[in-house]
């Protein structure tokens, strides 16, 4: 279930009005003031969260605690309210996220997050996860090992794979899966478990 967006404090918000909506005023709403901020929200989304392949998901998690906040609560603003939802969306998968991939946010400062820097042994860590991943991904056959760099590394769509590699979206789809199965074999495995890990 999608958590209500946290909005300051909801009993103290300027922008929300006193009453929820039913399920066809919500849907009126949504259709007439949601929808048409589509193409802003977009962009805001590709402005401050870099991992294209997040885009469609984030989107959908704004419209549904959107809709969730609207049938208790119908805010007086829709575009202040959706924009500062979709600010509390991306803090929060920072937060929730806590290891943050240099491309994963262009500009913190712009989102307010208070983000407490890892500790050197979570540095280590990370450096070696990569390594290992490194390792497992050079093992892999080379159209397998480029089908999954560009999906997860570069992170194209399929139909862009299929373009760059000159081949068709069921071959992509047959490269990823044995590439990911194989890098989850390989990982598994004892050589790559390392010290104080299970294979």
């Not at 009453?19 to 949601?34: K, N, P, Q, Y």
Request: with cysteine.
């Amino acid at each position: 279930m999608a958590e209500t967006p946290d909005i300051t404090r909801e009993d103290s918000d300027p922008h929300r009005s006193g009453a929820g909506m039913s399920t066809s005023d919500l849907r009126a709403w949504f259709i007439r003031e949601v929808l048409p901020l589509e193409p802003a929200l977009t962009q805001y989304l590709h402005t401050n969260w870099r991992n294209r392949s997040d885009i469609d998901d984030l989107l959908q998690e704004i419209y549904v605690r959107v809709c969730e906040a609207a049938k208790k609560q119908k805010p007086e603003s829709a575009r202040h309210f959706v924009f500062t939802t979709a600010k509390n969306l991306l803090v929060d998968r920072v937060r929730r996220e806590r290891v943050i991939p240099i491309e994963a946010v262009e500009d913190l400062g712009a989102l307010n997050a208070a983000i407490d820097e890892p500790g050197p042994d979570r540095n280590v860590m990370a450096r070696e996860e990569l390594r290992r991943v490194q390792l497992a991904l050079d093992k892999l056959p080379p159209r397998a090992r480029e089908a999954v760099i560009l999906r997860r590394v570069e992170g194209l769509s399929r139909r862009n794979i299929a373009q760059r590699m000159g081949i068709t979206e069921a071959t992509v789809a047959e490269h990823l899966a044995h590439g990911m199965s194989a890098i989850a074999d390989i990982l598994g495995s004892e050589e790559f478990a390392g010290p104080g890990r299970k294979p």
